[in-house]
């Protein structure tokens, strides 16, 4: 039972342009999500989080949104540059304190130049 | 020093072998944690260990056996794997609630 889910496996964007992320959920008690970013043989690196009482959070180039009603978050990177290549994960977590997080598959990001 | 360093990089160990993967963080957290990561699959909790102690086990065979000998050091005792258990092994620590450091993490192949 895949509680987290990024239904598209590969994006392609051109370098520049605006690449936006889907993650949607199923877990109706999850209540702070996280962006992660993974290089091929490296560990994924954290990007930006969001908790439920908020619907937008902002760093630099990097903007998540989240949708409670629908269950779904975004995460927009504007502009996208060649270093911005990598494969993207959303998790999730429950209730403060609580230390679990939920990957979701994971979506290729590819910028071309 | 904001890493989490894993040891080894790459293991290959055979069926009847004992081994031990080995991380270690200088940031203070007060929470590790073991993954797993199979190809194009997500990374997948096995083990947390909150101030020292298990807080969480995903229901993870007992060949699978954590350690936690202090703040800064998390090890994973492997014995009698199977090849099925060949991943990406990621250690990671937090403070932060989720806001996880990941290590580069030790590629396990089991033959």
């Known amino acids: 039972d895949q509680q987290v889910k990024q239904n598209s496996p590969s994006l392609s964007v051109q370098e520049g342009r605006i690449s936006i992320l889907n993650c949607d959920y199923t877990?109706?008690?999850?209540?702070?999500f996280l962006w992660y970013k993974k290089y091929p043989a490296e560990g994924p690196t954290f990007l930006i989080s969001?908790?439920?009482?908020?619907d937008k959070n902002e760093d630099g180039r990097f903007t998540v949104f989240l949708n409670k009603s629908a269950k779904h978050l975004s995460l927009h990177i504007v502009p996208s540059q060649p270093g911005d290549s990598a494969v993207y994960f959303c998790?999730?977590?429950?209730?403060?304190?609580?230390?679990?997080?939920?990957f979701g598959t994971g979506t290729r990001l590819t910028i071309i130049p | 020093d904001t890493e989490v360093t894993q040891t080894p990089k790459h293991l290959v160990m055979g069926m009847t072998n004992k081994k031990s993967l080995k991380c270690e963080q200088h940031?203070?957290?007060?929470?590790m944690y073991w993954y797993k990561q199979k190809a194009k699959k997500p990374p997948e909790l096995m083990f947390v260990y909150s101030y020292e102690k298990l807080s969480i086990n995903e229901s993870v065979p007992s060949r699978f056996s954590p350690e936690c000998p202090n703040s800064s050091l998390l090890n994973l005792h492997l014995h009698a794997l199977q090849p099925e258990d060949s991943a990406l092994y990621l250690c990671a620590s937090s403070q932060e609630l989720g806001r996880a450091f990941f290590g580069q993490g030790t590629r396990l192949t089991v033959v």
């Open positions: 998790a999730a977590s429950a209730g403060f304190g609580n230390e679990k997080l939920t």
């Open positions: 877990n109706s008690m999850f209540d702070y």
């Open positions: 969001i908790s439920s009482i908020k």
């Open positions: 940031m203070g957290h007060r929470a």
